[in-house]
């Protein structure tokens, strides 16, 4: 990222500051060197881009990414349009994220356009102040205290303090009798950031701290009682890497651990949150953060359309078209046609949602949202790759059989139907420019 700015930098005070300046052009201030630049055109639409398997193929772009970023980056640097990437990885930070994908796609990106499936966890301020256990690989204690929590442990942590517990792997077994040290706070809460690595102790560790309220000191409690608030991030349960096939992702990690609880205990292992796509919550923050840049750009018109492209029918689309059915749900509150119009369809006022006082963590911690619609586009350079010639007709989309999505997810075929799918990121660019009419200059 920082390569690049001196780069924009000398393109912004060289030809483009004479250019604005013999046209008469007095705009808003760069983003990123500070220089005037014309406001127009204004967009009313923002993009949420999925990344592996749309932008890259594990660390290796995909073509058409650098052709698609060329039209939404003008010679100043800055985007055209509000451009947010949301992926659901979950191993590092935010501008960690934000400075690989400019140096893959050779354009500038702050950490204000990236949100990672751990990102919503900033709202739950509520568990910031209570230890919590968290899982996951990378530098999960960092990032634990980025997105605001203050006392957090890790599993390797609990490995250390009770060394017996983690007994399937026969060489990290303790050589010599050992006692537990104990030295660590009750577990009040379990945050799930990402697939970790070395999943029997993992698993074996957060069935443990359920079992036993936060305390290993204690035996496992397997009566029916609510367990330790669990918060969980990134319910893919596969993603595209380099590999021919797809590999597994944190939501096989889950469906083990679902399955472990149930069988020990017969009862369901409950969420507090589960985020991440398809969860509304992230596609609210995502549209937050779209709402902030044309803010920032002081662009007049609000964003009322969003376009979410990715190549996962069952996060990318789903929690897209999922999205939109929240957003379309708010405008017939407040539309009294749309309001009849239901009402005649289906003969009862009782299925219009009524507006109320929302208690929907993500209305309540980032405003209402200014957009209407969220339309999904679907790619086949990733998960979803057919072998036949693509039609642009979602109605051709081929229906899957069985349901990837998460268990507490109910499955619905109109959510996984996309509303375009075209062959790249290239030609879903070209597509919503199309779609809106936009040129830009």
């Known amino acids: 990222m920082t390569g690049l700015l001196p780069f924009y930098r000398g393109l912004c005070t060289l030809s483009n500051r004479q250019a604005r300046r013999k046209a008469g052009i007095v705009g808003s201030r760069c983003g ?3 220089t005037q630049s014309s406001s127009k055109p204004q967009p009313n639409f923002g993009l949420l881009f999925d990344i592996d398997g749309v932008l890259v193929r594990g660390k290796q772009p995909i073509p058409a990414a650098k052709k698609a970023f060329e039209k939404l980056v003008d010679s100043r640097g800055q985007f055209v349009v509000p451009v947010v990437f949301v992926t659901n990885a979950g191993n590092c930070l935010r501008q960690t994220k934000a400075d690989q994908l400019a140096h893959i796609l050779g354009v500038p990106i702050t950490q204000d356009q990236v949100i990672l499936s751990h990102s919503p966890l900033r709202m739950f301020k509520k568990f910031h102040d209570k230890c919590v256990l968290v899982s996951g690989q990378g530098p999960v204690l960092e990032i634990a205290k980025n997105v605001g929590f203050n006392n957090v442990v890790s599993v390797d942590m609990l490995r250390e303090s009770f060394p017996l517990l983690d007994m399937v792997d026969h ?9 537990p040290v104990g030295n660590l706070p009750k577990v009040e809460a379990v945050v799930l950031f990402g697939e970790p690595i070395r999943w029997e102790t993992h698993l074996q560790l957060i069935v443990d701290i359920l079992l036993t309220n936060g305390n290993l000191s204690s035996v496992h409690q397997t009566r029916a009682r609510p367990h330790l608030p669990l918060l969980a991030c ?11 096939s797809p590999r597994f992702g944190h939501g096989t990690f889950l469906v083990c651990l679902e399955n472990i609880y149930k069988k020990i205990t017969g009862k369901d292992l409950k969420y507090e949150a589960l985020m991440g796509k398809p ?18 750009r002081q662009w007049k018109h609000p964003v009322t359309s969003l376009y979410a492209i990715g190549d996962n029918l069952m996060t990318d689309i789903y929690g897209a078209n999922l999205y939109n059915r929240y957003l379309e749900e708010r405008v017939a509150r407040k539309n009294p046609k749309a309001v009849a119009k239901m009402v005649s369809a289906t003969g009862s006022a009782t299925a219009v949602p009524q507006e109320e006082e929302s208690d929907n963590l993500w209305e309540s911690e980032l405003a209402l949202p200014s957009a209407t619609s969220c339309k999904s586009v679907l790619v086949c350079t990733g998960v979803y790759n ?20 998460h268990r507490d997810f109910r499955f619905d075929p109109g959510l996984v139907e996309p509303d375009h799918i075209v062959q790249d990121v290239a030609e879903a660019v070209e597509l919503i420019f199309e779609q809106e009419k936009f040129v830009p200059q």
Not at 285 to 296: D, G, H, P, V
């Open 32 to 34: 990123f060197c500070g």
């Open 171 to 179: 060489n990290r077994r303790p050589k010599l009798p050992s006692n």
């Open 234 to 244: 990134n319910m893919d349960l596969m993603w595209m890497a380099e590999a021919h």
């Open 279 to 296: 969860s509304e919550l992230t596609y609210h923050f995502a549209e937050y953060l779209i709402r902030s840049q044309a803010m920032q």
């Open 386 to 405: 057919p072998n036949v010639e693509v039609s642009s007709d979602a109605s051709h989309c081929i229906k899957e059989t069985v349901f990837h999505g």
